[in-house]
């Protein structure tokens, strides 16, 4: 039996009552799924799951976000399988609460009505930067989250879009920034998808192949820190001259293309292993990311 094709069409979250709430198309039918905070068995996997997209909302940290949210579907994916193999199709949108009841998680109805807007394009307030239709653009693959491998202009780029980041401010925030760096170890910023109306929707950066990033590198040899490092230095040197802060510091938000060293996600934000929050947004917090990271490849040396 052919498996059916899940998509996810957007995420929901609340600040009231710890909800998360997920679009989901299963097979023929569409769910509205919900996650709420469970007062009853409060030390249940849902509880655990919406504790880290609400802890990583607090402190804008766009991945940790995205990775709760994921944790919270992979726990719903079963529940919705076994009622779409009930149910097969549906014109209705089935709304399905899961929750823990005496230990077991289960799916339960729900009457949670659809009242957010759904996401859409922003206005385009970067004139000047080089704009592509989203009709011309062809998704090759997702890479993580809202970030897709896209080919466009007969060139592959890397596109991030701005349904399914943590703020439209950090989207906002990034470009910004990206529209006013040139270093050879930054992230280039290509261009801007948008619409028929020209309001963006995406935006599109280099896409560097086969990209690994700092914080999975096992081992390195003595040149190679020294080099990486340096241009590490090189790079928040260049932002912090030119009034601008990467924010969130840390190996992750790095990639390696041609043994060189690239800092990625402007979005702003902070995580704590990396930078303190005190220091969060200033070029103290990203020196002590720096730090954080040198400290983190010399032990791999």
Not at 107 to 127: K, R
Not at 258 to 272: H, K, Q
Not at 289 to 296: A, K, L, P, Q, T
Request: aromatic content about 8%; proline content about 2%.
């Amino acid at each position: 039996m052919e498996t059916p094709t899940v998509k996810q069409e957007w995420a929901i979250t609340r600040d009231e009552g710890g909800d998360f709430e997920r679009i989901i198309h299963y097979g023929k039918i569409k769910y509205h799924l919900l996650l709420r905070w469970n007062t009853v068995e409060k030390t249940c996997v849902e509880n655990a799951a919406l504790r880290k997209v609400y802890d990583a909302m607090e402190i804008y940290d766009g991945d940790g976000v995205m990775e709760g949210a994921e944790e919270c579907v992979d726990l719903a994916l079963p529940l919705l399988e076994e009622d779409y193999n009930r149910r097969k199709e549906s014109d209705e949108t089935i709304k399905l609460q899961v929750v823990t009841e005496n230990d077991v998680l289960r799916a339960v109805t729900h009457n949670v009505q659809l009242q957010y807007p759904q996401p859409s394009a922003i206005e385009n307030t970067f004139p000047g930067l080089l704009t592509v239709l989203s009709a011309d653009i062809e998704k090759l693959e997702k890479i993580e989250g809202n970030v897709y491998k896209v080919r466009t202009m007969g060139q592959v780029y890397c596109m991030k879009t701005v349904i399914g980041s943590c703020r439209q401010a950090d989207f906002d925030r990034e470009i910004s920034i990206l529209t006013r760096c040139s270093h050879p170890n930054i992230i280039q910023l290509v261009g801007l998808v948008v619409d028929v109306h020209e309001k963006v929707e995406s935006f599109l950066l280099e896409y560097v192949h086969n990209a690994q990033s700092l914080r999975d590198v096992e081992s390195l040899s003595a040149d190679e820190f020294d080099k990486w490092t340096k241009e590490l230095h090189s790079a928040i040197s260049y932002l912090h001259q030119n009034g601008m802060i990467w924010g969130d510091a840390k190996a992750g938000n790095t990639l390696i293309r041609a043994r060189s060293v690239l800092l990625i996600d402007f979005g702003g934000g902070y995580t704590p292993t990396w930078v303190d929050k005190e220091h969060s947004e200033t070029e103290n917090g990203d020196w002590q990311g720096y730090d954080r990271i040198v400290d983190f490849l010399r032990k791999r040396l």
